[in-house]
């Protein structure tokens, strides 16, 4: 496929995925960047890290890009604790800072879709944050608050895990406004939803409550599946509402020399174990080449060479494995970020 109309066809299939009230985002011109390298070539191992370049990193948001001035801005730690907090960006660059890698995904992302990115993040632990406001016995929850009015809420327990980062950076560049300048929260093992940008307010809380997205219906703990996501088969980047391959046995990314297929993989901060491809419709599966990220946040990339004997129709699709789980191919949990697994119709002339 030629690039423009590989691009074309990603322009107007990326419609408003996470629901109908959309109001804006969600329009990402991304090429995956998977299409970029050359994984058909045996000879090239997969790299530890993948990075969605800013330029091509979606951007989801409820409403319109908020700017914050940073002389004005301010993050507060209040609700249910004992001493409120009062940081401003001053005190976020004082505190430690650390990088780490860690995946972005909407939980409305389907299996060939863009609503997905891999950044090298930095900032500095909330923790010692939260330790200084001293959290009451009686918070259960923290309602988090953005500059734009967007709210989203996860249990206190999920707050205090050491590896919730406060982040001003991404891929080495200060956070641009689209991606939540100055500060937004990063809490693994969660869908974007559960990533407020443009962080204002941590609110400890003694009841229960939902945020924006969740009050339409999705869920409420937001927590990355087990789950591959089929990119790529030959040198066609898979869109999920542009199913079907067909192949030539010969000539350029003919079939005869081998059909390449890859992805990713994603969990909640679990290691992925192993990925499959099925070309049979799911009766059978083959161990798909894999690299070993170091930070369990990240994305898996997979790839697996399909040498075919025979032309005809086949369907292909991959499935993941992580330590507590095994992808159901079956499932399909719309809100629950299992937009159900992609099985691409290719067609071996
Ligand atoms: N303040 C604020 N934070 C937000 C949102 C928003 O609308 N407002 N959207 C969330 C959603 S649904 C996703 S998927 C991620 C996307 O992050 P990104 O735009 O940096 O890729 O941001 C989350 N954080
Ligand atoms: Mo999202």
Known sequence: MQRRQFIQNLLTTSGALLGASLITGCQSKTIDPLFLLDLINPK?????????????????NYALTSRVNLDTWK?????EVETPVVLTFDDILKAPQESFYLTMECIGNPSGGNLIGNAKWAGTRLLPFLEKATLKSTAIEMAMKANDWYETTLPIEELTKPDVFLVHQMNDKPLTKEHGFPLRILIPGHFGQKQPKWLTELNAIATTKKGFWENQGWSNTAEIPTHALLRQVQTDRIWNQHNRVTLAKSGIAGWEDGVLVAGIALDRSRPITRVEVSTDGGNSWQIADQNQPSSPHEWTLWRYRWTPKDAGNYKLLARAISDGEIQDINKHDRMNGQSGVLKIDVMLD
């Not at 993050?75 to 609700?79: A, R, S």
């Open 44 to 60: 090239i191992s997969l790299p530890d890290h993948l990075i969605t370049p800013l330029s091509d990193f979606y951007v989801q």
């Open 75 to 79: 993050l507060t730690i209040g609700g």
